[in-house]
């Protein structure tokens, strides 16, 4: 099994900066992608960001040039820098993990619990 495990969420205030986290651990023989969604109350679950393991990221239209993800491949590790937050960005953020458990096994998709974050004044 693999379990992924997001931390760094919170309350913050419009124009203001959070860092999430998100650590894969348990039987990994690869990670492939990895990213980070979020889900509005009364909206669709969105991609917000997504990095290949060689590096290639892509975003939505709404976050470029106001976040970046990372990874730390070594420890299996995304990172989602959010700066100039927006009180549209308050929202649950989810992160997962397209991720290989044996040489022999087909990829399949892992997803975290979850993290609040708020941005309000």
């Known amino acids: 099994q693999v379990q992924l495990v997001e931390s760094g969420g919170g309350l913050v205030q419009p124009g203001g900066s959070l860092r999430l986290s998100c650590a894969a651990s348990?039987?990994?023989?690869?990670?492939?992608?990895m990213g980070w969604h979020r889900q509005a109350p009364g909206k669709q679950r969105e991609l917000v960001a997504a990095v290949t393991s060689g590096g290639y990221t892509n975003y939505a239209d709404s976050v470029k040039g106001r976040f970046t993800i990372s990874r730390d491949n070594a420890n299996n590790t995304v990172f989602l820098q959010m700066n100039s937050l927006k009180p549209e960005d308050t929202a649950v953020y989810y992160c997962?993990?397209?991720?290989?458990?044996?040489?022999?096994?087909?990829?399949?998709?892992?997803w975290g619990q979850g993290t609040q974050v708020t941005v309000s004044s």
């Open positions: 997962n993990a397209d991720v290989k458990t044996n040489w022999n096994i087909k990829t399949s998709d892992y």
């Open positions: 348990g039987s990994i023989f690869r990670i492939d992608a």
